[in-house]
Every structure is written in C-alpha cells, then in structure tokens.
C-alpha cells in the first residue's frame, strides 16, 4: 500500500495483560522503525529492521517487550505484562533505504493501561 | 549515541510573522535531518530535509539551515498561518557507521502557536 498501516488505532488494557500492535510497510520498504511517543511528545527509538531481521534493538526494554517482521505478514510489536508506563502511542515507520531517505510514520497505536 | 536538543519548546506569533525553531546534535557522523510536524493526535509527516553536503534548502514558505562545523541546524517559517499550528520536531540520522546507524533521533518538539 501507500501508507504504512496501524491497528488496532486504539487499545486498552489492564495492567499485567498482554498487547499486541501491528504495522504494515509501505510496500517496497525494507526498513521498519518502532518509536514510543510519550506524553511529552518525545519520541523514544525501540528497534528497527531490514525486512525480517532486527537491525536495531538498543532501544528495547528486553523483558516484556518483543518485535518480529516476518515476511508476507504485517511486522508485529508485542509488550507481555503491560505496565501503566507503557501507556503512550506507538508509531511504526517504514523507509525504502537505510541511508538518507524518508521515514513515513503510519497513523500510531494509543496504548492505554489501566 | 546521538542526542538532539531543541528550542523554544513553545513558541507563540502571530499571522503572518516569521517562526524559527533551533537544534543541535552531537554526533558528528549524522549526515541527515528531517523535520516533521505533528498535528494534535495525528501522525508525523516530513515538511523538510537537508542532507550534510547542502547548507540550506527552501521549500515555498520553509528553510532549513545547517551549520555543520556548529552542529546545529534550523527550521524557519516564514508568513506564519493559524494552519501552522503544530508541533514541530527536528530529528537528525547517521547512514553509515555510529551508534545511531539507521534510526531517526528526535528532539524535544516545539509547540508553535499562530494567533490570527
């Protein structure tokens, strides 16, 4: 497709559950980047990846969260045992290059732990 | 890693008046910086881009600066409009080698505030 592509848009869940969120690339774009987006606006980098394989993951609490892109499925991000801290919108970003290019963010996931 | 800082967090003008929004970034191999605005609980989309071998770019009402040997670059808007209104946020990237390789660094955002 044209746009990178989010769902659920919204999703709320109690504290200890588990969330799932995906994003599907703009079709021809072998790099995907998850960013949390805070109440602060700041936008935090969690991992990225080059088609299927992680490229990136520095940015990743290792415990409860998870990544995979698996090919011919949306790229799916996966927090176990949500905590209120996790509340935030999660932004999926997919460019067609590495280098230089332009990042297309899709529409976001607004996470809300209660 | 790269770390971005920007200025003003809040900026107010009024129609018609010109906006200027500073950041600087400490990794001296990134190469690329986009600014993206952000309207109120949408995505964020590119406005503008410059990469490390231009020092200024200009789109219409839009100019980004680089100053690379300062490492720091700017968004000016000029002829502001209410339609403005939006966060803005710099964002810088390092293509090859780093510890930032691959991914966008942010900085804090800037809410801008045209008043008709």
């Known amino acids: 497709g044209e746009e990178v592509a989010q769902t659920p848009k919204h999703l709320v869940r109690g504290e200890g559950q588990k969330a799932k969120l995906y994003c599907a690339p703009i079709?021809?774009?072998?790099?995907v980047f998850w960013y949390q987006q805070v109440l602060k606006n700041e936008f935090k980098f969690l991992i990225s990846f080059q088609n299927e394989n992680v490229f990136d993951e520095t940015g990743m609490p290792k415990e409860r969260f998870s990544a995979k892109c698996l090919p011919n499925s949306p790229c799916s991000l996966e927090i176990q045992a949500t905590k209120l801290e996790d509340s935030a919108v999660y932004f999926c970003?997919?460019?067609?290059?590495?280098?230089?290019?332009?990042?297309?963010f899709g529409q976001g996931t607004r996470l809300t732990v209660v | 890693g790269e770390n971005v800082e920007q200025h003003p967090s809040t900026l107010s003008v009024q129609e018609g008046d010109s906006a200027v929004i500073k950041c600087t970034y400490s990794?001296?191999?990134?190469?690329?910086f986009p600014w993206y605005k952000q309207e109120l609980g949408k995505r964020p989309q590119l406005i503008i881009d410059i990469r490390s071998n231009v020092g200024e770019k200009k789109d219409q009402r839009i100019a980004v600066t680089l100053n690379k040997t300062a490492k720091h670059f700017s968004l000016h808007i000029t002829e502001t409009q209410p339609e403005d209104s939006a966060v803005y946020f710099c964002a810088a990237h390092v293509s090859a080698g780093g510890t930032s390789y691959g991914k966008l660094t942010f900085g804090q955002g800037t809410i801008l505030t045209v008043h008709p």
């Open positions: 990794d001296s191999a990134s190469n690329y």
């Open positions: 079709k021809g774009h072998s790099y």
């Open positions: 970003a997919s460019s067609r290059r590495k280098m230089n290019t332009e990042a297309f």
